[in-house]
């Protein structure tokens, strides 16, 4: 799961102006989550999400129930955003279909739109788990300080989902490594039986019996390196599970 906001796209919008339809349209765009925090609905149970209006209804009443404008929002980010938007004096004719400047999307104290640009270009995590500006892009400050995108509940859930994704990275990892080296002591032992057992020369019982003994450690290997396959694949296969539990829907199981 992404900790900094991405970009998201709209396709086969609802018509209907219901607030239902809307509802279930955007969670499911958003992945559940927070279009600007990313807190998913099982990361903040019992939490209702609300649907927010990009261009606030006080300055856009025109665009209440156009799709294109409703972002999925927690609760804390909608109640920070509010109706803050770009005054008039800096250029915000509040009639996008007439407007020649497009200020809203310059580089200006304004919110991050995520429908019409990448976030990821605008703000970063740092290795604290804080959102920071890239190229001290105005749109991200404006956007970390207005919706407080380092409060505390969140550089907790980063520095959480940081911990298991890099968690999983290293599993992945050793699972890699593992199979690379089964297959190496696989290709070992055939060449062994090949040298060994495969040639018409004659040994003695000691010597047969030292070839049998090698062929089986080369057996054993094969088996404890399978096991540790099957433990790492069944530790991803845990690590998964638990993802599940904390990300997406609070009311999908």
Known sequence: MDSVMRKIIYQSMPCEHNNENYRTYLAEKSDYSCIYCTITESESPGATFNIDHFRPTKHFPHLKTDCSNLRYSCPRCNSYKRDNWIDLESGC???????????????????????????????????DCKL????????????????????????????????????????NSILINAKNQLDFTERM???FLRKYLGSNSVYSISEKSLIELASDLFQAQVEQQNFFIEFVNY???????????????????
């Open 132 to 171: 920071v500006p890239i190229h001290n892009s105005k749109p991200a400050d404006y956007s970390i300080e207005i919706l407080r995108l380092n409060r505390v509940q969140l550089l907790k859930i980063r520095s959480t989902r940081k911990f298991i994704n890099e968690w999983e990275e290293n599993l």
């Open 93 to 127: 004719s509040r009639e996008c279909s007439n407007c020649q400047t497009k200020i809203c999307t310059t580089d200006i104290l304004r919110f991050i739109d995520c429908l019409v640009e990448d976030p990821k270009d605008l703000l970063e995590m740092d290795s």
């Open 189 to 191: 032992h055939k060449e």
């Open 235 to 253: 530790e991803i296969k845990k690590l998964k599970v638990l993802n599940l539990g904390r990300l997406g829907s609070d009311s999908v199981a």
